[in-house]
């Protein structure tokens, strides 16, 4: 490599070699980041789908039960408490990342995946509740609307732990290197960005519904 | 080499740093920014599911309204404070592209409320006047 240069700075008769490409390739700072949000954005738009599903089919019950006779309003305050905790868990972890400390981000971690793991086993305990009663989602437009959004957000939650738990073992194995600094940055808007949707989902689903 | 390579990372691209992949590990967050936007997100998710719960608001417009308030309060907070948006990082695209899909969720959701609304009112008429049933259906007259 250096014989080359070396080279070619005599063949140009200059004393200084010269270089006539840029040793880093010119690309935009945290482009991985920017990458990350249009995909959230993108994600977001599905949301919208979904919403708007839910919004023009929210009331059509076909002689069925009713949001009002269905939900329970405690758990979902529970169950809200549960992804607010793991966002702000999550956020502690950021900030052991911060410093360097692997052993306290990855118990932070732990403790996200675990109000995770107890956001999605109540949201489980309530569909087959729901579906235990015969409010299953072939029972009512309403209702098909009603597990389509919930259970996209349930399903983005699944995979969220999974990414998770690879990461705890990645981090792990192989420390706060900057790559796994990066996953986590992603992993990071990810599971924010789903505490956003569920914001959306307990207001317009839960909350309306009862009304 | 060393030499060479020292002084281009000095000179050139100083400005960048020299390590491109350590700005990958996302903006600076602060204990204090967390917890001002965890307290926030308590406490305005706890007033909404008050307001329903202990039926506080009687008029359902009024209260579809309250709600959707304090939803878009809190998508700001945790906006701001958790995914630590602002018009700074990435040379405002993120804001940018937010800003773009807030339009088109927007139009989209409004739109298909708006539409749908209004085809159910012309097309699924509630039959306020039932037809009176002075006539014999076609299908049942005798031959």
Not at chain 1, 106 to 132: I, K, N, P, Q
Not at chain 1, 139 to 156: E, I, K, M, N, Q
Request: aromatic share 12%.
């Amino acid at each position: 490599m250096s014989d080359i240069r070396i080279h070619a700075g005599a063949a140009a008769g200059a004393l200084a070699p010269r270089e006539y490409h840029l040793a880093h390739e010119p690309h935009p700072e945290n482009g991985t980041a920017l990458g990350f949000w249009l995909y959230l954005m993108s994600d977001c738009l599905i949301f919208a789908a979904l919403f708007a599903t839910y919004g023009v089919l929210g009331r059509s019950y076909a002689a069925g039960p009713t949001g009002a006779q269905l939900f329970d309003l405690t758990l979902v305050a529970i169950n809200t408490a549960f992804l607010l905790l793991s966002s702000i868990t999550f956020g502690f972890a950021m900030l052991r990342k911060q410093l360097g400390d692997v052993k306290g981000t990855l118990l932070w971690l732990a403790v996200t995946g675990v109000f995770g793991l107890c956001f999605l086993g109540l949201e489980l305990y309530e569909f087959s509740h729901l579906l235990h009663e015969g409010a299953g989602p072939q029972r009512s437009a309403f209702l098909s609307a009603f597990f389509t959004l919930v259970g996209t957000h349930g399903l983005h939650v699944t995979f969220g732990l999974i990414w998770l738990v690879v990461l705890m073992v990645q981090i792990s194995k192989h420390g706060l290197i900057p790559e796994n600094n990066r996953r986590l940055m992603c992993l990071s808007m990810f599971w924010h960005f789903l505490d956003v949707v569920w914001i959306g989902v307990f207001t317009f689903v839960y909350l309306m519904g009862v009304l | 080499m060393s030499a060479q390579h020292a002084t281009h990372a000095n000179g050139a691209h100083d400005a960048h740093g020299h390590d491109d992949h350590h700005h990958d590990a996302g903006p600076h967050s602060t204990f204090s920014g967390y917890m001002t936007g965890f307290v926030l997100s308590v406490i305005l998710t706890a007033i909404p599911f008050w307001l329903v719960m202990a039926k506080v608001i009687a008029d359902r417009n009024t209260a579809v309204l309250v709600l959707g308030g304090f939803a878009v309060i809190q998508i700001l907070v945790h906006m701001v404070f958790f995914l630590h948006m602002n018009g700074k990082i990435e040379g405002g695209w993120t804001l940018l592209s937010t800003i773009f899909t807030v339009v088109f969720v927007a139009i989209a959701i409004a739109g298909t409320l708006w539409v749908m609304f209004h085809m159910n009112a012309n097309m699924m008429p509630e039959h306020p006047t039932p037809t009176p049933p002075t006539r014999e259906a076609p299908g049942h007259s005798t031959p």
